[in-house]
């Protein structure tokens, strides 16, 4: 057998290198709260594996805590906390990633509660009676798909980890 010339064995590893698999992460998708009791962006969609971060620019605490709606149980692993960081306001996170494509389903159990939903007897997330904010209960959904075309609808804030005058009260 021949020895390859240095030549070839420069375009066999440079072929080698180009052709290696991606491994970089694709960036999180940011949920963020403000003062408004609500999750900004309340419906996003990320890939398998890929980060959903909720980052907490409000004075208050929140929850983010994980429901299926079908049998209206809670998650133990799809639950978090982000402390109001008062009065130094600086931004708590908590982050979650998904293996399996899925709708996965969320609320705030500070600022919402789980109610049965008649007739059609789903879960659903409702306002907490009390609570300040514009009208719907803190509540979301995260989407994991493939699906290019679902996953290029999320909103622009959705891509910026700290939004600017955002921080509530
Ligand atoms: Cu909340």
Redesign the pocket.
Known sequence: MPIPKISTWLVIMIAALVGAPATAAPPPVYVH?NGA?MFLEDVVAVKPGQDVVFVNEDT?A??IVGFNPLTGKTSHSFNGYVAGDAPATQPTYYKISFSKPGIYHYY?S???MLAMEPPEHVTVAKIRPGVDGFGDP?AGVIIVTTDAAILARNPPSSHQKILANYFGG
């Open positions: 709260m009791n208050g929140h929850t705030c500070v600022h919402a803190m």
